[in-house]
């Protein structure tokens, strides 16, 4: 099993930027694609980065330029780091991994982002 636990959550004014981690100790954590949503009450859950086995990233357009993902394998880690930070990024994150072609995903608990003034 993997059990990925994210951190680094917190309140930020707009404009500001932080980084969450997501740690997930595993022996198959170089065999996974890893992802970060959101959520915010009320709303769907949103895809905001993508990163897979061979450090290609991906990003829908309302966070190109802002957000960046990245992928530490040795230390079995995978961060985002957000800049530029909008109210309308208010939300839980989670990070999830996912083996290409299995149907199994691996969630963590999320960490609450909060941007406002």
């Known amino acids: 099993q993997v059990h990925p636990m994210e951190s680094g959550g917190g309140w930020v004014q707009p404009g500001g930027s932080l980084r969450l981690s997501c740690a997930a100790s595993?022996?198959?954590?170089?065999?996974?694609?890893w992802y970060w949503y959101r959520q915010a009450p009320g709303r769907a859950r949103e895809l905001v980065a993508r990163?897979?086995?061979?450090?290609?990233?991906e990003y829908p357009d309302f966070v190109k330029g802002r957000f960046a993902i990245s992928r530490d394998d040795p230390n079995n880690m995978v961060y985002l780091q957000m800049d530029s930070l909008k109210p309308e990024d208010t939300a839980v994150y989670y990070c999830?991994?996912?083996?290409?072609?299995?149907?199994?995903?691996?969630w963590g608990q999320g960490t609450q982002v909060t941007v406002s003034s």
């Open positions: 990163i897979d086995t061979m450090d290609k990233t």
């Open positions: 999830s991994g996912k083996i290409l072609g299995w149907e199994e995903s691996y």
């Open positions: 595993t022996n198959i954590f170089s065999a996974l694609t």
